[in-house]
């Protein structure tokens, strides 16, 4: 519970600086690669070839965000 309040805690700094819409499609990104990444350790859950093509997809949007958006400055 206190990780969570945290986690909103630092997400309410980053919005200083990065407009919610993209601070908000970043931070559940990583959380989905998180959680499934933490499922596969702890429950030997494999994702299968679509929820990785998937993941690697919001990946690949997190670093197009970064690289090439114009609304994080």
Avoid: N
């Avoid at 945290?6 to 989905?32: D, K, N």
């Avoid at 350790?41 to 070839?49: E, G, I, R, S």
């Amino acid at each position: 519970m206190i990780a969570y309040l945290l986690s909103f805690y630092w997400m309410t700094l980053v919005l200083r600086f990065i407009p919610i819409g993209i601070a908000y499609a970043i931070w559940s990104g990583i959380g989905i690669v998180l959680v499934t990444m933490i499922g596969k350790v702890l429950y030997q859950q494999t994702p299968d070839l679509p929820a990785i093509i998937g993941m690697v997809l919001i990946i690949s949007g997190v670093i197009v965000i970064h690289l090439f958006s114009k609304t994080i400055s």
